[in-house]
């Protein structure tokens, strides 16, 4: 019964997933069916909790963040959870020893969005540390299968590629976080008055951060390097596009790329891989 429930709940996760993002869905069908679930189960328990903070406006956010967060820590203690998504999730921490100080820095990255619409550069930096960073290390904790020595060596290019990722929504999100949730991340920038000069700055920021993150994904094992290495290449896209984009179109339309592009990076990243580009 109990395989049952776990293989209700890993299903759950996936369907979260797919609805949530079709960019994030193609990146994860294309590692490794060992670790596919467990990637799942963790963008379910992310996708929950952010879901609680950016939507859930009428009703009790903090009341309902606490709870998750209660309700998480339960699920990881007693290895269950009648919440599908948190008996997924607690299923990869125990199974890949996922650091519980990344969970509890991303819990405490979704506290900041309920109270903060403004950030300077110390808690910008905590922010994107909690809600992004620590994301990626903990798929990389699933990616190495517990090779240590791997880990390590990876872990600096997995943070910037998780803020390459956070910088890109930051940017492409604009008109929601300014309009709807009143939310200004980018430190030391009045998005009422973001011109040329400061979109730049950011835009070669992030640049920086793709650069390096790909010096980590060409040492990616083989289990996830096509998947992640795809993901990248959406979010390069993404960034050209916001960077052929005037600031009044960013801040009354959001950049998308559609699925038919998405697509069409399958297999320029199996080429690039193949030729040992990657």
Known sequence: MTDIYTEVC???????????STSFSIGIMLLDKRIRDHIYS????????????DTFHEHEQEYLLNKFEADTYEAIEH??????????FQRTVH??????????????????DLDRSNYDKDNFEKYIYGSAQVVGLMCLQVYVEGNRKLYDAL??????????FQKVNFIRDLKDDMNDLGRSYFPNVELNNLNDD??????????ADFDHALIGIK????????????????????LRKIKSSKIEKL????????????????????FNISINRL
């Open 10 to 20: 890993l299903k759950a996760s996936k369907i979260i997933t797919t609805k949530y």
């Open 42 to 53: 963790i963008y379910g328990f992310v996708r929950l909790a952010d879901e609680i903070v």
């Open 79 to 88: 290895r269950i959870s009648m919440n599908p998504v948190l008996h997924s």
């Open 95 to 112: 199974e890949y020893n996922l650091d519980r100080n990344h969970i509890d820095a991303f819990l405490e990255s979704m506290r900041m």
């Open 155 to 164: 872990l600096p290019y997995a943070i910037r590629l998780g803020s390459a």
């Open 198 to 207: 400061s979109k730049k700055i950011i835009e070669a920021d992030i640049q």
């Open 219 to 238: 040492k990616l094992p083989k289990n996830s390097k096509y998947g992640v290495y795809t993901a990248y290449l959406y979010y390069l896209v993404l």
């Open 251 to 270: 801040m009354t339309k959001r950049v998308r790329v559609s699925n038919f592009h998405k697509l069409l990076l399958l297999p320029k990243a199996k």
